[in-house]
């Protein structure tokens, strides 16, 4: 029992430290310059092999939308003009031609930004960003890239929930450990 116990946690720890994401940036992060342009390759990640729509909508914190390109089929789902961007988003349905799937590692995209003033810049996965496969909507919310511009700032160190459940899981462990190994050892002092 405790071995299969012990399998199960490891595991549970390590799929947690590799988290799904939706869509990868490149680069996801990275010091940049004020007012500085760049453009960011939008990569496919998506959930299934079958799925035929990739949703983005994008905010970028402290960073200035330029353009978004793409060879997919483009339908702009946001705004009331069909537009696919304005000034701090991205919000756009990409389809293949032929309604063929979206394979992993395809680059979806290209947004030209123009960095902002001193400090982090973001770029977050809101509601609606994932993949359709004519079923359902696979979506994946929060940060996809940090930026520092300029200077790099002083900051705390800050702790997802991966990462504390699994100091969490490896403190049991060793703590299982411990404990076997002083019952082990008691048990050789009685004889």
């Given at each position: 029992m405790p071995k299969i116990f012990l399998i199960i946690v490891s595991v549970f720890l390590f799929l947690g430290v590799f988290p799904v994401e939706a869509v990868?940036?490149?680069?996801?992060t990275g010091n940049k310059s004020a007012n500085a342009e760049e453009n960011i390759r939008i990569i496919a990640s998506p959930?299934?092999?079958?799925?035929?729509?990739?949703?983005?909508?994008?905010?970028?914190?402290n960073a200035t939308v330029l353009d978004f390109n793409s060879s997919f089929n483009q339908f702009g789902t946001c705004y009331p003009s069909g537009a696919t961007d304005n000034a701090t988003n991205v919000c756009v349905d990409l389809t293949k031609l032929g309604g063929s799937y979206i394979q992993n590692g395809e680059e979806l995209g290209v947004v030209r930004v123009r960095w902002g003033s001193?400090?982090?810049?973001?770029?977050?996965?809101?509601?609606?960003?994932g993949y359709y496969n004519n079923v359902v909507l696979?979506?994946?919310?929060?940060?996809?890239?940090?930026?520092?511009?300029g200077e790099i700032p002083p900051t705390a160190l800050e702790f997802d929930d991966t990462t504390i459940i699994?100091?969490?899981?490896?403190?049991l462990i060793f703590i299982g450990a411990g404990l076997r190994i002083y019952i082990?050892?008691?048990k050789y002092e009685k004889i």
């Open positions: 990868l940036l490149d680069p996801a959930f299934t092999s079958t799925d035929v729509v990739a949703r983005l909508n994008l905010r970028f914190d001193s400090g982090t810049a973001t770029i977050t996965r809101l509601e609606g960003t696979n979506e994946q919310l929060g940060v996809a890239g940090s930026y520092v511009i699994s100091i969490l899981g490896l403190a082990n050892d008691s």
